[in-house]
């Protein structure tokens, strides 16, 4: 697939798979994400995966479309983890990751906690962008039976 081809798919989906390391051991988890040509941007409760990007933020974001039969695509996405604090020098981008995610439905999940339904114990949400660093994609079209 073509680099546009791929950000097209990123455009149009919601879902993906993120994958981070630490002490050469893997981690994949699905996430909900908001795609702006630059940046893939995610919102999340403090965790394995967020500590461990705290540590090494090298991390890999996998998107599928499927169809029907055997038609599918695949784009992998190779990145930069940026947490995004609310802070006065990242609050312009955190309210832009914020916009871009609202307009997906239940973009809170898989992160188990919509913001503001918690107890402002537990919840801490933390907003973080993966750049897009490298960018990759495969596609299988379904061939016709032969006669």
Known sequence: MTERECREVLARGNVGHLACVHDSRPYVVPIHY?????NIYVFSLPGQKIDWMRTN????IQVEETGELHLWKSVVV?????ELPD????HDERI????LLQKRS???EPGSSK???GSAETEVPIFFAISVDGISGRE???QAAPV
């Open 140 to 142: 299988l079209l379904a």
């Open 106 to 108: 239940l973009w809170w």
């Open 87 to 90: 802070t006065a020098q990242l």
């Open 115 to 117: 913001p503001g339904t």
């Open 96 to 99: 832009h990751a914020w916009s």
């Open 34 to 38: 908001a795609f702006d040509a630059e």
């Open 57 to 60: 933020p090298n991390a890999c």
């Open 78 to 82: 190779e990145g930069t983890f940026r």
